[in-house]
C-alpha cells in the first residue's frame, strides 16, 4: 500500500514516569513504522516534538547582561532572562537545531491566546515561527480557543475536573500539560489545523492520550497520511505520545473515539527543520497558584521535562484578589512552590513571574498592588525576573481609565482587557523582551 513521501512516521511513546510498563509490540502492517517504545531512560531523551541532544557548540556567543538594567516607559525594569536570551542569541545565529519554547501558565488572561500571543508574534517575527505550540484537542467548552489553530469539535467530550479546576488533586490528579484531560465518548471526534501561515513548511505533531482502564480506541487520521488505529493494550495505562510528520504548508488532524475509555492531553506541533520560537498557552479560566498544585507532581514534572522549555512564565494573582482574607505572605509562598516544582522539571529555563493587572475600584486596586509585591517578592526569593502588568497599565487606578478610553480598553466588569487592551498589554511585554535582549552584549 503506497503512502505519500511527507508521512515519515507514527509512533507511540509510553512515558515510564506515568506507570507505564516496558514494553515492545510488532509494527501494525499498514503503518511503517508503528512502535511502542518504553522511557524506562531518564524522561527528556526522548521528548516531544523538535527535542533532542543537541552536539554541543563550542564557538556559541553567549548573551551578556548589560552593567546597567533598563527600565521601561511605564517604570518596569527590562526582564533579565539570560539563558532565554542566549537561546535566542543561538537561533539568530543558526546554531540551534531545536525550538526556543516558553511555556505560559495562567488564569483567563491566558487562556484565550489573545495576550499570549501579542507577546508570541514579535518574538518570531524575529526569531522565527516554531508553530503552534500546545493544543487541547477535544475542548469546546468556556471559550477556549488558539490563535495558531482551527478547532472543530463533533459528539460529546467530558472535561475533567469538572468545573475545570481543583483545589485538590482530581482522581489520580493526572492532567497532562495543560491542566485538564478531554474525555470522548463513543463516536465523538476532534479536529486540530494549522491555520494559514503558520506552518510553512514541515511540522511534527504529538498527540498525548492515555487507556487509564485498560479500554478504549482512537483512529487518528493525519492530513498527510492513512487512518491509525489505537487501542488499549495490556499493562499501556500511562501516558501515550503519538507522533507523525505532515510535509505542510500547513497541516493538520482528526481523531475520533472508535471505543470508550480514552483520555486526551492536548497535542504539540512544531516546525520541523526550521527552529524558531514556540509559546505553550496553559492558561485555565478562573485558576490560581493553588489550581496547579493540585495536579500530581511526578506527572505534571515529567509532561514539562518534555517539553523542554527555555522560558517558563507565571501569571496569575486576578482570582487571588477576590479572596477577601488573602494573605500575601500565604501568596509568595504558593508561588516559591510552584517554581520550585517548575525549576525541578526545567532546570534550565528561566523564569518570569508577570505581576496582576490593575482590578477596578480603589479598594481592589490597592490590594493588587500589594499583590504585585507578593509576587516580586517571589520572583526574588527565586532568581526569577519580575513585570508589573498593573505598573504597565498605569498604577492603581488604570483599569478605570482604560475602560474610558475611546476606544476602550477594557471591558465592563473590571477585570478583564478588551482585545485591543490584551494587544496593548501584549506588545509593551514583547517590547520590553527584546528591549532587555538588545541591551546585553552579543559576544563570545
Excluded at 514494553?23 to 526522548?46: K, N, Q
Excluded at 538594567?69 to 527590562?78: K, R
Aim: glycine share 12%.
Amino acid at each position: 500500500m503506497s503512502r505519500p513521501a511527507s508521512w515519515l512516521a507514527l509512533a507511540l511513546v509510553t512515558c515510564a514516569c506515568a506507570g507505564a510498563a516496558s514494553e515492545t509490540t510488532r509494527p501494525t502492517p499498514h503503518v511503517a513504522p508503528l512502535a511502542v517504545e518504553s522511557t524506562a531512560r531518564p524522561v527528556g531523551i526522548d521528548a516531544g516534538p523538535g527535542v533532542a541532544p543537541e552536539p554541543v557548540q563550542e564557538t556559541r556567543a553567549e548573551w551578556v547582561a548589560p552593567l546597567a538594567v533598563g527600565t521601561s516607559p511605564e517604570g518596569n525594569l527590562l526582564p533579565q532572562l539570560p539563558r532565554f536570551f542566549s537561546s535566542l542569541l543561538h537561533l539568530a545565529q543558526g546554531v540551534r537545531a531545536t525550538a526556543v519554547r516558553i511555556a505560559w501558565l495562567g488564569d483567563s488572561h491566558t487562556q484565550p491566546d489573545i495576550w499570549t500571543h501579542a507577546v508570541r508574534t514579535p518574538l518570531q517575527d524575529r526569531f522565527g515561527t516554531g508553530g503552534p505550540g500546545f493544543v487541547h484537542v477535544g475542548w469546546k467548552k468556556w471559550g477556549y480557543r488558539h490563535a495558531g489553530a482551527e478547532l472543530s469539535v463533533e459528539g460529546q467530550w467530558r472535561i475533567e475536573p469538572p468545573r475545570l479546576l481543583a483545589v485538590e488533586p482530581y482522581d489520580d490528579g493526572v492532567l497532562g500539560l495543560g491542566g485538564v484531560r478531554l474525555v470522548p465518548r463513543l463516536g465523538a471526534s476532534a479536529a486540530v489545523h494549522a491555520k494559514p501561515g503558520v506552518l510553512p513548511g514541515p511540522a511534527r505533531w504529538e498527540l498525548t492520550v492515555r487507556f487509564p482502564r485498560g479500554r478504549g480506541a482512537l483512529r487518528v487520521i493525519p492530513s498527510d497520511g492513512e487512518p491509525v488505529d489505537i487501542a488499549a493494550r495490556p499493562g499501556s495505562d500511562g501516558l501515550q505520545h503519538i507522533s507523525w510528520v505532515t510535509r505542510g504548508p500547513g497541516g493538520g488532524f482528526s481523531v475520533e473515539a472508535t471505543d470508550e475509555g480514552a483520555e486526551l492531553f492536548g497535542v504539540v506541533v512544531e516546525s520541523e527543520g526550521a527552529p524558531g520560537v514556540v509559546l505553550d498557552v496553559l492558561g485555565l479560566n478562573g485558576a490560581r497558584v493553588v489550581h496547579a498544585l493540585g495536579w500530581d507532581d511526578a506527572a505534571w514534572r515529567a509532561c514539562m521535562q518534555r517539553r523542554q522549555h527555555d522560558l517558563v512564565v507565571l501569571a496569575y494573582g486576578t482570582n487571588e484578589a477576590g479572596i477577601r482574607e488573602l494573605s500575601m505572605e500565604g501568596h509568595t509562598a504558593e508561588l516559591v512552590r510552584l517554581l520550585d516544582r517548575i525549576r525541578s522539571a526545567s532546570p534550565q529555563a528561566d523564569c518570569l513571574i508577570i505581576g496582576a493587572m490593575d482590578r477596578g475600584g480603589v479598594t481592589m486596586s490597592e490590594k493588587v498592588e500589594r499583590l504585585n509585591g507578593a509576587q516580586e517578592a517571589a520572583a526574588k526569593a527565586r532568581g526569577c525576573a519580575f513585570w508589573s502588568a498593573q505598573r504597565a497599565m498605569g498604577g492603581k487606578g488604570s483599569m478605570q481609565k482604560w475602560l474610558d478610553a475611546e476606544p476602550p480598553m477594557a471591558m465592563g466588569d473590571h477585570v478583564h482587557l478588551h482585545v485591543r487592551g490584551y494587544r496593548r498589554l501584549g506588545s509593551m511585554l514583547s517590547r520590553d523582551i527584546l528591549r532587555a535582549y538588545d541591551d546585553g552584549s552579543h559576544g563570545r
